[in-house]
């Protein structure tokens, strides 16, 4: 196994504490690897043998290698940038009994919400000015213990061990500061954007868990951090998407923003964004829409979005025979309504493909009475129609802000990944 490789993802996960900084850091990695930025507003010009990215939104990105000896059908790796946390309002500052400053603050995605307590939390995201007639997206983050949602003590809540049902705007604001912290969040938000504040015309700003990333256990075996759903598979499509040779199909990393709230947005896996990006290549190329569909299918796209894993103090919440474990390899998922879009044909050709790697493959169903939650590859199959299987790294504590997982199952995908794209 590379020793190496954990550590490289802990760093892109701590340099990645929100969906617009994970695509500025994958942005940064492809033009170190030679790939020219594209724009969706200006004409593409392509070539055979070229390499090519692009974003949306600044939240979702696009990577492509076309083989020098033209386009014969797709390989694609989809994943997504989002995790779940807490967005800071507008005008978010709230006073309370004149001696302390709160943020109002609403849910993103299905978090777990009681890991979020009375631990050190800051802010990051993107604001938007206004520079030279253009609106300007500026990254920002606050980089420090800024933040803490406290809990109530059990003295005033003797109930809280026997079950309590969070309310968002009552019991999960971040306190801030003390009074005199009144009317500085924002500023403190331009200046860390280099900006002045009357500047800022608008902003997607959120809470992230400022705890490092760790890896743990009797041999080192575990890795903890947030955001691993799903940004250790991101990490690790990346990976496998530089090293393969990209010579034979049209090679494809693709991140999609917004999985966890449905998809359904101009950035998201429901929208046009690949459909957009692979008929632009075509027509670039001087190909045909019938080329475009004969392409289509041929081809395959792996949807790659964390696994749960038998968990070992709950191992009757998983099904009765397909029990996957960290560090136990690849997770092929399979819904028979079609949540995962998995079928015999996908499996068939993946778990080919894992062979061909040298890489374990594992299966999770959900308990036939316990009904699971989808992921963006049926979703995104609804612009772009193909062959498509549902995978994952197994982990425990998904939608926690801090996730666990297994230290060689990053690398198993890396491989497959390269083999894929090999």
Known sequence: MNPTLSQDLLTF??????????????????????????????KWNLTPGSRHFLTRNGSSLIAFAIPSSGIHSFRILASHSDSPTFKIKENPEIAVENKYVKLNVEGYGGMLCAPWFDRPL???????????????????????????????????NREANNGYQYNHQRDMLPLYGDITAKDTFLKQVAEAAHVLPEDILGHDLFLYNRQPGTIWGASGEFLSSSRLDDLQCAFASLQGFLQGEKQESLAVHCVFDNEEVGSSTRQGAASTFLYDTLTRIHESLGLTPEDYRIHLAKSLMISADNAHAVHPNYPDKAD????????????????ANQRYCTDGISAAMFKDLCRQADVPVQVFTNRSDIPGGSTLGNISNTQVALNTIDIGLPQLAMHSPYETAGVKDTEYLVRAAKEFFH
């Open 122 to 156: 800051s802010v990051a995201g993107r604001v938007i000015v206004k520079e030279n007639g253009a609106f300007t997206a500026k990254l920002v983050n606050l980089d420090r213990d800024l933040l803490m949602i406290p809990n109530l003590a059990i003295h005033m």
């Open 320 to 335: 009765p025979v397909n029990r996957p474990v960290l560090n136990g390899g690849i997770v092929l998922k399979y819904n």
């Open 13 to 42: 996960l701590k340099h990645s504490p929100t969906c617009f900084h994970a695509v500025a850091e994958m942005a940064s990695a492809l033009t170190a690897h030679g790939f020219t930025e594209l724009s969706e507003t200006e």
